[in-house]
Nanobody
Framework: VQLQASGGGLVQAGGSLRLSCLVS??????????MAWFRQAPGKEREFVAA????????DYTDSVKGRFTISRDNEKKMVYMQMNGLKPEDTAVYYC????????????????????WGQGTQVTVSS
């Protein structure tokens, strides 16, 4: 199973970016997976950002991004997205997508060890 994140870049404060994550694997059932985005800023621990349940019926966000970020998914394309608006310098980090294989239908964990597969990360830099 491979997760390939893309869409990061350099943006000014107040700007927007859309992250994408493609999941591939012959025997992998994307529609059974909860998906999440985490981020890691320099010198800090990796932290939860957002998660979405298998059928996109439940979403969760860390408080600092609520109202600015939107997570979504396309099960046919095996993609998960995160639209990031109103970006702030404190959003600067490497963003990672993660998959919780065979998750319960409404499960959207916030803990890193709940996720089975991780992407390589995409850098988001927000200048002030």
């Amino acid at each position: 199973v491979q997760l390939q994140a893309s869409g990061g870049g350099l943006v000014q404060a107040g700007g927007s970016l859309r992250l994408s994550c493609l999941v591939s694997g012959r025997t992998y059932t994307f529609s059974r997976s909860a998906m999440a985005w985490f981020r890691q800023a320099p010198g800090k621990e990796r932290e939860f950002v957002a998660a979405i349940s298998r059928s996109a019926t439940v979403v969760d966000y860390t408080d600092s991004v609520k109202g600015r970020f939107t997570i979504s998914r396309d099960n046919e394309k095996k993609m998960v997205y995160m639209q990031m608006n109103g970006l702030k310098p404190e959003d600067t980090a490497v963003y990672y997508c993660a998959a919780d294989e065979n998750a319960l239908i409404f499960s959207i964990p916030r803990t890193m060890n709940s996720y089975d597969y991780w992407g390589q990360g995409t850098q988001v830099t927000v200048s002030s």
